[in-house]
C-alpha cells in the first residue's frame, strides 16, 4: 500500500504523523498585525494587542481576571507566589514534568498521592490521608482537560485551610458544571504553547475569581514595579509580548472551527476503537469538553512498546504523555508507592490529534493499533 512521503527507508512509503501539529493562521492575518506593531514601535509591557487579547479571552472563555504570561510554567510559580505557598504541597504524579518542578522551583515540597485509574486525575480520598500540619496546598492537574473531582477537593481544602491551585494547561474552553473548569479553585493556570489546542507561540496565563489576588499578581508578572521607580513586592518577567499576543488573536478567531475538527476526529477515534482491547480515559459527567486529546490505554506496557514500533514503521508518532510518574523525578527523595500512576504511565499513549489530521489518517492509526493489540 502506498502512502504520501516524506521518508523511504524499510521500502514502505512512510507518512509523517506527529502526535500534534500547531494550528497557524492564514499568513496575511499575522502579517497585518505585524505591520501594526511596526506600526506603533511598541513590543511589549502590557501593550494594546495583549489588553486585547487578554479581553477577548475573557469574553470567550466567559471568566474574569485572565493575567497573560510568558508561559504556562511561570504561570504555576506565580500562582505558588501568590498564594505564599510553603511547606508540603499536595499534588499528582500523573502530569507534565512542570507541575512538580515548579513547585520544587518555588521551595515547597511536592507531595504525591495517586490518582483515578479511569479519570487518570488525583484521588481525592488520598489527598485527605497525606494532609499533615506542613502542608498548605493542593496542586492538582485536569489532566487531558478532564476535570478533577473539584468539589471533594474544595470540601478538603476548606476543612484543612488549605489554597487549591489547578493546573489546567490542557482545559482551555472546558466548561463543567456549566461554568468554565478555569472558575474552581483559587487559582488556574494554563499553558498557550504550540502544541496546545489555543496557543500564542509560547504563552500561558493565570485566572482567578479573586480580585487581590490579581493584583498580586499584576505585579508579580512585572518584577513588582507599581510605577516606574516604585515596588510593590517581589516579582518575576512574566510578561509576554506583543507577537505573542497577535497570534493568539488571529487564533481565537479559528478556535470554534479548530474544536468542531477535534471532536470529528476523537469521535472517529472511539468509535473505530470501540471493539479493541484498550481502555479510554473516563471524562467526568456534566463536562463540556474540549477534545484536546485523545489518550488509550494499553493492556500491558510490551504492548504499547509494540504498537509504538508498529506505527512508527508508517511514520507515525504516538507519545506517552505521561512517562515517567513524577513521584520518580531524580530530585524527589521519598520513594513512594503509587501503583494506579505507575501503571497509568506506563500504559497511557496520546495518539495524534491535531487540525490537520485527516480521518484517514485515523482510520489507519486504527487500523495498525487493532493489529497489534
Ligand atoms: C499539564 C501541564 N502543565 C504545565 C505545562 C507547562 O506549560 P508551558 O509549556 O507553557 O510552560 C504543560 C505543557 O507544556 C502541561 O501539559
Redesign the pocket.
Known amino acids: 500500500m502506498l502512502y504520501p512521503s516524506t521518508e523511504k527507508d524499510t521500502g514502505v512509503l512512510k507518512k509523517n504523523i506527529p502526535v500534534t501539529k500547531p494550528f497557524l493562521p492564514p499568513k496575511e492575518e499575522y502579517l497585518e498585525y505585524l505591520s501594526k506593531i511596526w506600526d506603533r514601535n511598541w513590543l511589549t509591557n502590557n501593550g494594546p494587542n495583549v489588553k486585547d487579547l487578554e479581553k477577548k479571552l475573557e469574553k470567550h472563555l466567559d471568566i474574569q481576571n485572565l493575567l497573560f504570561l510568558t508561559?504556562?510554567?511561570?504561570a504555576?510559580q506565580i500562582a505558588i507566589k501568590a498564594l505564599e505557598l510553603k511547606g508540603e504541597v499536595i499534588t499528582t504524579p500523573f502530569?507534565?514534568v512542570?507541575?512538580t518542578s515548579s513547585l520544587v522551583w518555588e521551595n515547597c515540597t511536592p507531595v504525591f498521592v495517586d490518582i483515578d485509574p479511569g479519570t487518570f486525575n488525583v484521588n481525592p480520598e488520598l489527598i485527605e490521608k497525606a494532609i499533615t500540619k506542613n502542608t498548605t496546598a493542593i496542586l492538582a492537574?485536569h489532566v487531558f482537560g478532564n476535570p478533577c473531582d473539584v468539589e471533594a477537593i474544595q470540601d478538603i481544602a476548606n476543612r484543612n485551610g488549605l489554597k487549591v491551585i489547578y493546573?489546567a494547561?490542557?482545559c482551555f474552553g472546558v466548561n463543567y458544571k456549566g461554568m468554565s473548569l478555569l472558575e474552581y479553585g483559587d487559582i488556574s493556570t494554563l499553558?498557550?504553547?504550540a502544541?496546545k489546542l489555543f496557543h500564542t507561540v509560547?504563552?500561558?496565563a493565570v485566572v482567578t475569581a479573586n480580585k487581590e489576588l490579581q493584583a498580586k499578581m499584576l505585579y508579580l508578572r512585572n518584577f513588582g514595579h507599581d510605577g516606574p521607580e516604585r515596588f510593590a513586592n517581589l516579582g518575576v518577567n512574566g510578561k509576554n509580548s506583543e507577537f505573542h499576543a497577535a497570534m493568539g488573536l488571529c487564533n481565537l478567531k479559528y478556535i470554534d472551527d479548530i474544536k468542531a475538527k477535534r471532536k470529528e476526529q476523537y469521535q472517529t477515534y472511539l468509535e473505530l476503537l470501540q471493539d479493541s482491547n484498550l481502555k479510554f480515559q473516563q471524562i467526568r459527567n456534566e463536562t463540556d469538553y474540549n477534545f484536546s486529546y485523545f489518550p488509550v490505554v494499553f493492556e500491558s506496557e510490551n504492548i504499547l512498546f509494540k504498537v509504538i514500533e508498529k506505527l512508527g514503521e508508517m511514520g507515525i508518532k504516538p507519545r506517552r504523555y505521561f512517562y515517567p510518574s513524577l513521584a520518580k523525578l531524580p530530585y524527589v527523595e521519598k520513594n513512594y508507592d503509587l501503583p494506579v500512576a505507575d501503571k497509568t504511565s506506563k500504559s497511557v499513549l496520546c495518539l495524534p490529534l491535531y487540525h490537520k489530521l485527516e480521518l484517514e489518517d485515523i482510520e489507519l492509526i486504527c487500523r495498525i493499533i487493532k493489529q497489534n493489540t
Do not use: Q, R, V
Not at 71 to 74: K, M
Open positions: 508561559n504556562g510554567t511561570i504555576i502530569s507534565y512542570a507541575t492537574t493546573d494547561a490542557h499553558s498557550f504553547h502544541t509560547e504563552g500561558g
